[in-house]
């Protein structure tokens, strides 16, 4: 029985590792969302709120190899579904 659990576990474990994105590619993004331009228009505080909502939602969908592949298919579209919801939702993270 602890077999198995362990098992499940690594499998959970690796699973959630492989499908998001790195912590310095969480980075990257949020240096490029939360910039003067966004401040300017929201304020530092919404800003800060947006853009981690938006790079959370989006970690929890991609891996590093999706997010280039997107971008350099300059697919931005299937990354509006994370804008949407976090203009809508202040503190959705």
Sequence with gaps: MKKISLYIFLVLIWGNVSFAMSLDYEKEMYGGC???????????????????????????????????????????????????HCNKHNNAF
């Excluded at 947006?50 to 970690?59: F, G, H, P, Q, R």
Aim: charged share 35%; proline share 0%; hydrophobic share 30%.
């Design 34 to 84: 939360y910039d003067s331009d966004i401040i300017e228009r929201l304020g530092k505080k919404r800003a800060k709120q947006y853009c981690t909502c938006a790079i959370k939602m989006v970690s929890n969908k991609f891996s590093d190899d999706e997010i280039v592949s997107l971008l350099n298919n300059e697919e931005y579209y299937k990354l509006d579904f994370a804008s949407k």
